[in-house]
C-alpha cells in the first residue's frame, strides 16, 4: 500500500487565494519531497523537506513537517491559474534508501 | 538539476506486443529508478536500475514482463513485454545524483496505450 495519503484528493479554489493540501504517511523518512504534475507530464520537483527541519519556504510555496503526527502540509499562497495541476508527496523511508512511495495526490483547480 | 529526455514520449500499441522506453540523462547520476502511472492514480516504483547488473525489482514486477537495462550512467532502458490493456500507463524514469538523501528528478513520461 502506498505509505502517503493526501488530503484533499481534489481542491478548487479562486486565482489569488491560498491552496493547502496534506499528506499522512506511516513509518519513519529521511525526508519528503512535493512535486508538481500538469496534465499527465513529468514530474516536477517542488520541495525537499529533510525529517530533522520542520518549515521550508520556496517562492509562494511553504512546506511543512511534522514528525510526530507523520504529516506534512503545501501551502501555495497567492495561486495563479498556472498553479493548476496534481500535487504529490513521496516519501523516502529509512529502510527503503533512495526509493520514493508516493502519495495519491491532489489536484488542484485554480479558476481565473 | 539534471535533464532528462524520454522516448518515445507516447505510442500505441497491440497487445502481445513489446515497447522499449528509453531514457537518457544530460549527465552522469547514480541512481535511476522506473516508475508506472496508471490511468488517474500515483506513481509506483517498478524497478531501481543498476548499471552492469540487473535491476532490482518492487513486489509485484518481474523481471520477465518488465525487463530493464542500463549500461551506463546516463541511460537506460525499460521493455514492458507481452502488451495488455492493463500495461496502459504513463512511464517514468527519475534519477538522483548520488545514492543518500537527494532531490529525484522526473523525465516527462512515456504514455502508453494498448490496444
Known sequence: ?112 | SAVISQKPSRDICQRGTSLTIQCQVDSQVTMMFWYRQQPGQSLTLIATANQGSEATYESGFVIDKFPISRPNLTFSTLTVSNLSPEDSSIYLCSVTRTSGVDEQFFGPGTRLTVL
Open chain 1, 1 to 112: 500500500s502506498q505509505q502517503g495519503e493526501e488530503d484533499p484528493q481534489a481542491l478548487s479554489i479562486q486565482e489569488g487565494e491560498n491552496a493547502t493540501m496534506n499528506c499522512s504517511y506511516k513509518t519513519s523518512i529521511n525526508n519528503l519531497q512535493w512535486y508538481r504534475q500538469n496534465s499527465g507530464r513529468g514530474l516536477v520537483h517542488l520541495i525537499l523537506i529533510r525529517s530533522n527541519e520542520r518549515e521550508k519556504h520556496s517562492g509562494r510555496l511553504r512546506v511543512t513537517l511534522d514528525t510526530s503526527k507523520k504529516s506534512s502540509s503545501l501551502l501555495i499562497t497567492a495561486s495563479r491559474a498556472a498553479d493548476t495541476a496534481s500535487y504529490f508527496c513521496a516519501t523516502d523511508g529509512k529502510a527503503a534508501g533512495n526509493k520514493l512511495t508516493f502519495g495519491g495526490g491532489t489536484r488542484v483547480l485554480v479558476k481565473p
